[in-house]
């Protein structure tokens, strides 16, 4: 079994402090909660929309790509209390070969740079198997009361 787990964003849930980011994989929901700055970046990835000036995010991926490096995935890798942390895995290739960097990243980010650069999304197992179920919250998002049970 892979120590690690490739999520799909199954919907993004407005509260009143930020947004919570359902990410969902075989028949579980976690949620990641980011503030609304970082969901309108989101969104706007998700859909393919373009700010007609870069954005934060844009910025990044611009600074990258003239490094000649792209974001290859990122993982969401550990959870402490109550709070997510991710990696950005990316790789970098030039004329004396290439070269795989790790840099430690908010999720939220690593999210949007992820959707931004078309690459996976991934959770560690161990984050996965800690992290409580959130299908309720998906549940109500798409207008059903009633889930099945898991």
């Known amino acids: 079994m892979s120590t690690e787990l490739q999520v799909e964003i199954r919907g993004l849930l407005p509260t009143p402090n930020g947004v919570g980011v359902l990410l969902g994989a075989e028949d579980k929901v976690i949620s990641i909660f980011v503030d609304h700055a970082v969901a309108a970046a989101i969104t706007m990835y998700q859909h393919g929309i373009r700010s007609p000036r870069p954005l934060t995010h ?4 611009n600074l990258l790509a003239g490094l000649g ?3 290859q995935k990122v993982v969401i890798n550990d959870l402490r209390q109550e709070t ?3 990696r ?7 004329e004396l ?3 795989l ?5 908010r999720p939220s980010d690593s999210i949007a740079l ?3 650069a078309g690459c996976p999304i991934l959770v560690s197992r161990a984050v996965w198997e800690q992290a409580d179920d ?3 919250a998906l549940a109500q998002l798409e207008g059903d009361d009633n889930p099945a049970p898991t």
């Not at 844009?58 to 991926?61: E, G, T, V």
């Not at 960097?101 to 990243?105: F, K, L, R």
Request: proline letters at 0%; glycine letters at 4%; hydrophobic letters at 55%.
């Open 114 to 116: 992820a959707l931004q």
């Open 101 to 105: 960097i790790e840099v430690d990243a």
């Open 69 to 71: 490096a792209r974001i």
């Open 84 to 86: 997510f942390y991710a």
């Open 97 to 99: 070969g290439r070269n």
């Open 58 to 61: 844009d910025l990044m991926a």
């Open 134 to 136: 959130m299908t309720w």
């Open 88 to 94: 950005l895995c990316i790789q970098q290739a030039n």
